[in-house]
């Protein structure tokens, strides 16, 4: 079975960072798009970046562009999301999703792109 889990969320202070993971089974992650999406409580769910392994590719929304940066331990099949200095609005459900036809070429990203996604894990910001 294809899965992915999430974790590393928490409450955190504006300003502060956390490092969500995006763990797989079933599958290697080499050969897949993996996105970090989010949904805030009443919105829709929001596309922040892509990372295409084989291509070296990634893409960040401008909303965290240079505050959250994807990286990789291949030998833990696992993806992480540093996410450096927080702001309330940043405050939402985590999710990572993969796919193997996502190319990461372009800064925008889609729920309806992904056919596997994970959890979701819970991140909030406030003082």
């Known amino acids: 079975q294809l899965q992915l889990a999430e974790s590393g969320g928490g409450l955190v202070q504006p300003g502060g960072s956390l490092r969500l993971s995006c763990a797989a089974s079933g599958f290697t992650l080499d050969s897949y798009a993996i996105g970090w999406f989010r949904q805030a409580p009443g919105k829709e769910r929001e596309g922040i970046s892509c990372?295409?392994?084989?291509?070296?590719?990634?893409n960040y929304a401008d909303s965290v562009k240079g505050r959250f940066t994807i990286s990789r331990d291949n030998a833990k099949n696992t993806v992480f999301l540093q996410m450096n200095n927080l702001k309330p609005e940043d405050t939402a459900v985590y999710y990572c999703?993969?796919?193997?036809?996502?190319?990461?070429?372009?800064?925008?990203?889609?729920?309806?792109?992904?056919?596997?996604w994970g959890q979701g894990t819970q991140v909030t910001v406030s003082p």
């Open positions: 990372f295409k392994i084989s291509h070296g590719r990634t």
């Open positions: 999703a993969a796919d193997r036809k996502v190319i990461c070429n372009t800064g925008s990203f889609y729920v309806e792109d992904y056919n596997y």
